[in-house]
Every structure is written in C-alpha cells, then in structure tokens.
C-alpha cells in the first residue's frame, strides 16, 4: 500500500512535527527515508494505553499515542478535556516570496482525503494477514505476551525506499506545498514500482487528479459530517494525563471506517459517561448576547429555517426541479423528526406547492407519494390542496379514469366540509392554474360557476367611518352601473386621459420596466475628447468580448454546480437551484451594467465586497420576481489584456475590508468614451403612467418591478408577522392613502428648469444651493525640491489637510452627481406627464419611491414639480398665491396675513423683476429663506399680474401649508397643555406664535442672569442667541435628540456665524443646550412628562420582557420598532450550500437603549402620519388635489381653504380618541405581568415586574386645554 500527503493538507512544519511528536528514533537521511522503529521503546506506551485502547476500537487497526509525563500526572487533580491544534502551519509559495500562515484544520478538506483512505480499507485488511507472518518474526523473544499480541496487529514496519527519482532540491529546501511525499510499506510486490521511476509518476499524477476532484467538491459536505472533520485532520493531540480522555472525534486516526464510526463514537460515550460520572459537571447556564434563552433560539432557528425552505421549494418548482426540491423537503422533514416526533417544521403549505408543481407537469402519479406524507404528518387537506389536485387532473387528457379520479377528490372535500366554490374562492392561483382547475370541476358539473366571495370594501375605523356612505356599493361597480354623477370619490385629473391614452402609457411603462433601465440625456455641458469615437469603438469592443467571457464563465460555473450536487444527496439547500431559474444571459446583462457603475463611480469612492454582492443579489431577485410576472401573464481568438478591476483592503474602524475599484484604464477610456448619458433603473424613476394600486401588503406600486409597501431592514421580520395576520380591512386607511398620493400627476417646472440648468453649466453656486463640481476646489500648495526638511508637526498638519481636501472633493463630487441626476431626469421628463408611487416607512411616514426626481427633496427638487392638473385660481386664489410667496421668504413670520398680503404688494416689483430677470435683474428672490422656489412662484405670480382674468388663470402651482412645530403641536394635543398649545397655535392668535423666539428668548433672559454673575460663557454669547441658532434643537427635542446630538447642531449654527469667536463654539454649545432644554421643560410641562412615560414604558418593556416595543396607530397600521442587538453582518460564503439561518428581530433581544430613545419620536411620527393619512383621505373624498411632505401639506390655489378646514377637522378628530389610554390598555394586555407570574421574594425580578405593570398603567395627567381651538387657529397650519 501506499500513502500520500501533499502540503495542501500538511506542509514541512507539519511532517517535522509528526516526526517530532510521534517518531523521534526514526532515521533521516538525504538519500533515503528509513523509518527505523525500535520496538523496545515502545513497549511502555502500549502497555500504558493498551486496555483503553483495546476497549473501544476494531483490533486491526494500528494507533499512535506519546509517552505519559507522570510528574504531570500528579500535578493534574481533574480530567480536563484534550485540547488539540486546531490550525496548521502552511508554507504559501509565489514566484517572488515564500510566506509562512495558519491554516483551519477544516479547511484542509479531510473528510474527503478520509473518504480517500477509506477505499484502501479492503486491500488492507488482506495485507494484514501476509503482515502478521512477517512482523512475528521481527518481534524480540522479550516481549510480553500482551503487548506481543497487540504488536503483531499494530506494529508496521517501514521499507527504505530510494527517492532520487523525486525532485532533490524539493526535499532540500523544505517546500512540499505542491509536491506529494509517497511512503511505500515492506511488500514484494512494491519492489518493482520504487525501482520503476515511470510508476512513481504515473502515482502523482492519480493523486494529482484526485486532488481536484477534493478541491471542486470539498465544501459540499453537509453541516452533520462537519463535526467529524477533526477525526481525519493532520493535527497533532497534546500529550494527555492518565486522567484525560481520549475523544475518537479528535483522536489522530486516520484508517477507520465509515461504517464503524457511529458506533465507535457510541462505545468512546458510553466509556466517557462511566469514567467521567464522578466529574461530571452540571449543564451551563444559557448566555447568548443575542437571545433571551433556548427556546428562544430554537424558535429562530427554525422561524429562519421555514422562511429559507419555503423559499427553496418556490425555486425549485419555478425552476423545474420539484424532484429536487421533494427530496431536499424530505431529508429537512427526516432531520425534524429525529429532533421531535411531533415536528411543526414542515406543513401542509410546502406539499401544496408541491403538489402545484406537479400538477404543471401533470405528474398525478406522484401526488400518492406526498399524500402518504401528509397522512405520516398528521396533516389536513385545506383549500389550496385541492386546488392542486384539481389543476393536475385537468392537465390530464379525459377518460373514464379521469372523471373517477376528479369525482373521488370532490366527494373528499366535501367529507371534510370544503367545497367547489371555497375551492375555487380561497386558493391562490397563478397564470392558467384558475382555468384548469376550473376545467376539470366542469367535466363532472357542466354548469358549475363559481361564486366569489366579494371583498370587504368598507371602513372599520371610527375616524373613517364617515367616508363609508360614499363608497359604492360592489355590484353597482362589477355590473358597470356607475355613471360619472355617482363617481363622487375619485379626483378629477383622474379621468383627465381616456382610456386608449392611459393604455399607451401603461404600455411604455411596461417596456421600460421589462428593459430593467432607462436611458436620458445628460445636462453636464463638457467637451468631447478628439479620440471619443476610437475609445467608443474600443469600449464596445470590450462589451462585446466581456459579454462572451461573462457568459461562457458563468455557463461554466453553473455547469460546475450541476456536477458538484448531481450526485450528491439532496439533503441541502444549494445555490445552483436558485441561480437555475434565470438564463445566463441575464446575469450577463446584470454583470455588465453593474461594470459601468463601478467604472464611472467616484475615486474617492469604492463599495465593499459585502456591498457588491448584496446589490447584486437584490437585482438578480428584482430581474426573478419580474420574470414570474412575465410568466403569471406568459469560442474566439483572445488577446492578453489586464484585470477591468481590481480588489483593495481599507480600514474602517476598527475592520479591514475589502473593496473594489476599476483599473485606471478602464475609467479613462469610460471618461473619453462617455456619450453624455446616464442610465437609470427603471425602479429608480419616475413612472409614465398610473401606478399599480396598493391592494395587498404585497402588491402595488411598479406594474412589474417588487415593491416593498414597508422600508425595513432585512432582519425586521416581526412587522411583517403583524401586518400578514391582520385583517386586511384595518389597513384599507393606510393603503388608500397610499393610493390617494400615487395618484396625483405630476409636470416639471421647465421655467425654472431652464435657469437652474444655467446656473448649474456655469459652475453652480454654493449660496444658491446648486452644486460647483469638484473640480474647482483649489488644490492644495505643493512642496518645493527647495523647500527645507518639515518638522513632524508640519508633516502632521499637511496630513491632515489632504485628507480634508479628500473629503470635501468627495463630498462636493457627490452633491453634483446628486444634482446632476436630478436635473438630467428633470430635463427628460420636462414635456411628459409622470407619477410618483409611494411607500411609507414602519411608523408610517410616506415616501415617494423614485430618489431623485421628488417632492420630498431640497429647496431646488421643490421649486421643479408642479400638478398636472390645472386649475382656475378663483376669487382667492391670487391672494392665496401671494401669501405663498412671502412665506417662503422667510422674512414676515411674525406677522399677520393680512400685513404679508399689503408687504406682497409693495415688493410686487422686485417678484415681477425677479420672474423676468432671474440672473440679471436686481435678484430680490435670492434673499428668501427657500430661493428656488421662491423664484419658481414669482414666475406665477408675474404670468397672473398680467394675465386678463386672474380669477380664471388655470395654475398648476402648488401652496404650501406648514404645520407650527408639528411634533409639539401633538405633544401639547395628547396632554391638553394650555401654555404649550397656545405657543405652537394651536390657539386662535392675532398674531403667529413662534415658539422658536419663545425659546429664544428664555435662553436670552438666563444668559443675561448667568453674564452678570461673571459667567464669561455667557459673556461671550452676546447678542448670539438667536432664533435661527437654537431652531433645529427645539424642532428635534420632540424627536428625541440628545444633548450630545444637540449641541452638534448648536455648534454647526454658530460656527456659520462669521463674527462669533471660533474658540467659544465648543463651550458655547454646551451652555446653550442645557439652557435650551431648561427653557423647553420649562414651557412644555405636559409635554416632557409625556415624553418621559413614553421612554420608561419603553425601557421596561424592552429590559424586563426582552420584546420589541410595538403599538396599533390610531387607523390600524401595526408598529414594531426593529432594534435589536444583532448587527448585520456579511460572512462570505465560498460553499455551494445556502444558509439555514437569518438574523431575525423577533426572536432576538432588543436593544434597550435603542428602544427606549426612539419610542417617544417614532409613536409621535405615527401620529403626524395618521393625521396626513386622514386628510388625504377627506380631500380624495372633497376632489381635492392633496400631497404631502410629511407635516407641509400641498394643494392648488383654489382649493387652500378646504384642505385648511379639513386639515383642522381631522387633527380635533384624531385627538379626540383616547389615544394615550388605548396605547396603556395595549401595552397592559401585551407585556404585563400576571399575579401568578410573580415569585413575591422581594428580588430584583420580582420588583422589575411590579415597576413595569405599575408604569404601563400610570399614563400622565393631562391638561385643560379645549381641542375645538383649533378649529379656529388660522396659524395652526399656515
């Protein structure tokens, strides 16, 4: 027999200390390897061991042990468990260098080198006996009758063998990283190949040849064979006390038998539980950072297991591989039911989506198969089952079979109670499956029609309740008895299209969604490059030829994959199978367009590895989940050329991680290449047509493309458990507000358009807000040859200021790109008509879903985007356009409507000159608080002034409301504060009340107390403590700013202050937020105790229960803050098996601090977007136009006085709930304690409990405040 070791799994440090350890007599020679054992050394160590030994393993198989240290023994008092090395040191070889690593023993692939051995297990069993005659012979006559009898079996003595055919200087210099050493036993029959170099040879090469087979497939080996990859490892074990106990697992052993493992490792137990009983410690209490305790980890294991298999079995079947994905649900179902006989982990969902797939096939004869394991299950037939069973048969040509077959399972579902119309009404079908299963009813009831069930279209809501007599009723709408009288609920730029119009529309969408991208003109004004055409041509050379190479390596790959599990069994989730369902060609299209991001992106700029393939993941799963919409509806000459890019390691933090770049090539020919275009994706902009309306959780939005109703991390998957087990009646509030945003058509503002892109080609402007590019940052001084030698503090400063350059060249790179975006898709779309579909984020905040042409953005987004629909401006409109104008400037806050309108009137010149001259005239409107948009209203305002009928002037422009401090406006409503609702108007006020001057002013009046003590902090803040410093503290103090967050702000608004000294910015802040949070306390009593429940709530909930904080908004949306102590964490994966696991936040423990800092600001945006929801939906109701950017509420000119009323009505309507009570009963009935849960001793625990049921109950008392005040406030929202 032979052996072979390569470096791959030891190298010449290993093989040293194998000799070292085990075969210190052996004799090393430069000509010859003669392993020479004196068997009288070794007598001791087999009789020391021999008993042990003999006891738990197959007699005919040799062991090595070491000589026991006895002055260890008597030191050592417990047995301690054997530790052995669990890396190796490896010899890295290059052309250039020569590194020295460590290496894990798993990652030495020695399970497969096992399964290597394991074959020559038979040729050595008949060696033995020609073996034995031979070493009795060899054995002393001193040798004992023991040990005799166990070396006659063991004991293998090693021929000399002449390695001159083998490479000397290999054996020389040590380095055996590619080289096998082959080791030959004393048999006649191995004279003849160590004298025949030609059979050495012919040797490496076999094992050459095997090893890649080893490396193509050594990481599929299944998470249950990898706990035994330590048996065959090259490890070296510790030397052990008689009192240590030698585990077969990491035993040095490498000719055992696959068939005897498990019950070797079985004796070795049962010997350790006798030998160890006396030692034997109790179980470990559970520690985990991440869980609560074991259950709570078994259930997110097998929560994430679920979650991932349901998803496998899906692909499988989409990909035609329901065998596969049969028998990978079978070896999961296997390994459930040795854990638990009663497992929950398979249920009747998987077989119905089985059964589906073999239904496409029309493969009935294997539906007795997953019938018996629905039986073995205990598990019921439901609705979907038969849906299957049905479409299956109806696949199935008619016969006299068939129609029995179909009559059979009728009369099943009707012995347990389902029948043909529930079948029909409550499974979900896909593509055709509805009309098969349809089919095959009718050839046993000709005239069978089913009967649907008709959704609940109503409200369920006592806030929304009013809206029900308006609605109409389901038959009027499905017999197409509605009439345009009788539409009263729907808006009227609605119906501004026909229908053939909208067609159109939806058609173009539809393409660009099936093209993935669209492609627009740049407004970037550079000149070409002389040599732009060759580089054109050249770049497209290279498309073409990475096109080829990109396809020809991933059919490669998959192909690889395909052999790697063909054979394999099918008891893992793999990757092949989800990479199955796409055509190579589409990866191809996904690589080549995520190549031209990563080469035209900043170089500044690079993303990670981890970042790079979850973009590239999510694409590939937006491209899939597209292709089943599609489905639901129906080698050359190369040339040496260099890497495209490249991969480099950067701190961040306190990781390394690995980034990719584009090769400087590659991005210089892009740049001279580059034919002024960019390229979006299509669910990046804007849509052409309507969108889809949000009628599920799950669907909405896109025609084609997913998207996510709810923007939450990937790991926050309790929200998505509440809102799947709600009624879908509850969330009709937020889905048609939803729907009632969607559908506003938008235009671009092309007057102000045109001078914002003038603006932007002449180099921006940094007071205006547009964007210089980051080439007119000055560069920093060079040093000159002359320049004498710097000191380390020069060195040090100069340091420091090219990496500040660096970031602000990157910072300004990114707000023009930003801005480029914007004002390329502006300019594309400038003649079109476009929508904006939304989503909302977990409180229920909206959002447009398009990033880049919005109304959610800057000032300069704003000003671009006007309403479709026009109307006429009406007696009040002018007025209401007017006193838009002056608000933005900022400049009348405190004063009232009436002197704005008379001060719109005096400056009626500098508005006209500033619409006719916007660059050129005296430029009023750059002095506003908002300039574009304050420009882009003057442009309307002019067009009105000289129109002949103001009145009927058909406006597109859209008024702003503004809500006063919006947060503390709610605050002040849930605890009736007099003094705080009269600060933010929410009472009738001649005048507006600024509650920013107010705070102003009391941080005033204690820094005049505080500069007459001495107090030189205060001194120095004179005349500096103003509205605008302070502003954006008291508007984020409601939203749970810090005082570390706090004083950040302070001082960025002091450091803008050019007169005030730069070396008291520090300590000014902190004296300034301290005193801003004692004037807010001090003006907000009711406020700050609210916010004070809010958090402990949330600290209790979240420390003493161990559960995210959730709640129930005031119209029905579920709420679940997502923090929880596991952070996202990207682990590369280089097997072909998917993980079994996910991180989670429902199983997790929160994150305390988290928790209970965003609670009072997360429940206070839940309720500004109830109030936004409700007057959304009372403005659909009216036909107004209603939009909205979060607390700032839009509509035209017209129709401002009934969105004010409105927006007034449902804010008293809202906080006229008990919402402070309903929250108390909530949180009671979900996280307190019952009496019987308490241990009444007095412990930390037990008083934890009372705290939190004693909080939860104690809501704060509320104030005297009267909510029809608002009513009558003008400046509630202004």
Known sequence: MHRIWSAKWTSAQSVQLLLTKSA????????????????????????????RLNASFNPIIRYQSTTINEALKKKKKRAVKPRYSKYVELLEVTDISANERKSRVKRLKAKKLQEFIAKTQAQIIEKRAREEKQLRNKIPQSVTPTVNARLKSDELILKEFDVNEIDRSILESGIYDDKPLIFFGKEEHTKHIITNPDDINNIIKSFNNYREILESVGNECPDACETQIDTFSCSVPKVHDAEELLDTLESDEPYISSESIEKNTLKVQNNQKTENAAVAKAKPRFKSKIH???????????????????????????????HRGISTLLAYRQRAKKKSENQTLITIDFYNILLHGLAEKGSFERFNDIFNLIEEDKLSFNEQTFAAIFECLGRVETSEENIQQIKKYKEMAQDIGITLNQIMDRSVFTADQRDIALDAIRRIEPDFTPIYTPPVINYNNNLLNDLNESILPMDDISSNKVSSQTIRNVMQHKRAYSKAELEKMAREQLKIELDGSITIKSIESSSEFSNAEFCRGKLKELEEQWRTQINNALIRDLNTLRAQIRYK???????????????????????????????????????TVGQLYKELGQKVQQRYQVEMKKKMARSSKQHNVLPAFYTLFRNQGRLVKEEVKPHPVLARLLRTSRQQTLVFDSSLVPMICPPQPWSTPNNGGYLLNKSDLIRLPHQAVQQWERINSTSPQQLYPALDSLNQLSSVAWRVNTDILDVIINVFQNGGDDKLDVPKPPSSLPPLPSIHEETPALTSAERSKRFKDKLAHRRKQ?????????????????????????????????????????????????????SMLVFDQMKPLGPDGFSWLKLHCINLTGLKKRDSVRERLLYAEEIMGEILDSADNPLTGNMWWTQSDEPWQTLACCMEIAKVYRSNNPEGFLSRFPIHQDGSCNGLQHYAALGRDEVGAKSVNLSPSPLPQDVY??????????????????????????????????????????????RYGARLQIARQLKDIESFPKEWVWPASTYLTAKTFESLREMFTSTREIQDWFTECARLISGVCGQNVEWVTPLGLPVVQPYTRQEAKHTMRTSTRVSETMAMDMYEKPNVMKQKNAFPPNFIHSLDSSHMMLTSLYCEHKGLTFISVHDCYWTHACTVPDMNKICREQFVSLHSQPILENLSAFMKSKYSFRESDMLNDGSADDLSKRRLNRTLAEMPKKGDFDLRNVLESVYFFS
Not at 292 to 318: D, F, I, P, T
Not at 1006 to 1022: M, T
Not at 1025 to 1040: C, D, E, H, L, S
Request: hydrophobic content about 35%; overall charge positive; aromatic content about 12%.
């Open 569 to 607: 069994p099918n008891g893992f989730m793999n990757y092949y199978t989800y990479l199955k369902v796409l055509d190579p060609s589409i990866y191809t299209d996904i690589l080549l367009k995520e190549i031209y991001k990563l080469a035209e992106g900043s170089e500044t700029f690079s993303p």
């Open 810 to 862: 990157a910072e300004m790179y990114s707000l023009w790109c930003d801005t480029l975006y914007r004002l390329s898709l502006a300019n594309h779309y400038r003649d079109r008509v476009f929508w904006l579909p939304h989503n909302m984020d977990f409180r229920g905040r909206v959002y447009p879903i398009p990033p880049h042409l919005n109304h959610l953005g800057s000032d300069l987004a704003r």
């Open 292 to 322: 609560n305790s074991e259950e709570q980890e078994r259930l997110s294991k097998e929560k994430a297991l679920r979650v991932n298999l349901e998803s496998y079995v899906k692909v499988c079947v989409s990909a035609g591989m329901v």
């Open 997 to 1042: 001057s107010a705070v102003a002013a009391l941080v005033e009046k204690a820094r005049k107390s505080d500069a007459s003590n001495g107090i030189q902090v205060a001194q120095a803040l004179e005349s500096f403590v103003r509205r605008k410093v302070i502003k954006q503290t008291v508007m984020t103090t409601v939203y749970g700013v810090t």
């Open 24 to 51: 210190q007599s052996f004799e090393f020679s430069r000509k010859y390897f003669s392993f020479k054992k004196p068997i009288s050394e070794n007598y001791q160590k087999a009789n020391n061991l021999h008993a």
